[in-house]
């Protein structure tokens, strides 16, 4: 590529992106480029050009469950990004403590990647530390680990806007539902947003009934029962702040279930942006999930070294790359729609 980039008086990344078919590159210059490359009998091999740089061309993306809709959403389009720059995807899925153990045990993708993907991955201290022993760069998506580089939402101001609405409604009576896979291991968002609930509503001046937090383990009818359960108390919420819009949407249809109206005798009000949210006219705080896709794509390219194209960073711009953040907050959205409204005088 050195040999030409030099007869055709450009540089390596300009032959490097009109022979890949990259924009970027005038009509004339790659013509002059190619013409070079065949004379030399030059073709592009990634494999070669990865070992070159010492690159395995692959990132591991590691996920804790792939059915529900938030990590399936998060893993499409990461690699999606990935593979237009160029590189190619090894998806681990590491679903329950033991599964999450062994991979931090043998470190699976240890040498054979440029950099790990952790998709809000639950871990214990002790395998926290392990990731050390990669010895690749490790990006968080979905929450943080330690001074990692991450990109996430803020969960415990995601609660805050939750209960902030529900309470602007006149709601005093708020329950909290959420889920769990019968793990052990703490969720950095489930515990934020759980602490959010309870500190919102101190804040209103409301005292959080713990017998209004709600956990049900995870599956298709989880909302459904914890409805159920929440029925069965003498002084019954009025309203219900879901853990994400998936359990919103199975607490609305346990309340329909239950002969309850939505919003007029129970309001839900769910977390993601998921696109039943917007099926099932449910309110949601939406945290954005292709964006945070796309900024942690960003990160890992800036990692190693990789334009959004696939081109190596060329140095006369490496200082302007090195001054993008490598940890990101993004923003949340209230979505206000027809599944929370002020409580029935009737209720």
């Not at 993708?109 to 395998?127: F, G």
């Amino acid at each position: 590529m050195a040999d030409v980039a030099r007869e055709a008086g450009v540089s390596i990344a300009t032959v490097s992106r009109a022979l890949r078919g990259r924009p970027g590159v005038g009509e004339e210059t790659s013509r002059r480029i190619r013409a070079v490359a065949e004379r030399l009998a030059y073709v592009v091999s990634p494999e070669a050009s990865h070992l070159s740089r010492r690159e395995t061309g692959r990132v591991a993306v590691v996920v804790p469950q792939l059915a529900p809709w938030f990590y399936a959403t998060m893993v499409g389009e990461v690699v999606r990004l990935l593979r237009d720059a160029g590189l190619d995807t090894l998806l681990y899925e590491v679903d329950g403590p033991e599964e999450r153990g062994r991979f931090v045990e043998e470190l699976p993708a240890r040498r054979k990647v440029d950099a790990v993907v952790l998709l809000a991955l639950p871990l214990t201290p002790s395998q926290r530390d392990r990731l050390d022993l990669l010895g690749v760069r490790v990006v968080v998506a979905g929450g943080r680990l330690r001074d990692l580089p991450h990109v996430e939402v803020d969960d415990l101001a995601v609660a805050h806007t939750a209960v902030d609405h529900l309470v602007g409604l006149g709601h005093r009576d708020i329950a909290m539902v959420r889920t769990s896979d019968t793990d052990e291991t703490p969720w950095e968002a489930d515990l934020l947003r759980s602490r959010g609930w309870s500190e919102r509503l101190r804040h209103h001046g409301l005292e959080p009934r713990e017998e209004l937090r709600v956990t049900v383990e995870i599956g298709p009818r989880a909302g459904v029962e914890a409805v159920q359960r929440l029925l069965a108390l003498p002084q019954r919420p009025t309203a219900v702040f879901a853990y994400s819009d998936e359990l919103a949407a199975g607490v609305v249809v346990g309340a329909r279930e239950a002969g309850l109206r939505v919003p007029e005798d129970l309001s839900v009000i769910g977390v993601d942006g998921h696109p039943i949210a917007e099926l099932l006219d449910l309110t949601t705080v939406d945290q954005h999930v292709a964006e945070q896709a796309a900024r942690t794509v960003t990160t890992v390219l800036h990692l190693v070294g990789r334009t959004a194209d696939g081109d190596p960073v060329d140095p006369a711009e490496q200082v302007g790359h090195a001054a993008e953040p490598l940890s990101v907050v993004l923003d949340h959205t209230l979505v206000v729609r027809s599944s929370t409204a002020p409580p029935s005088s009737a209720g």
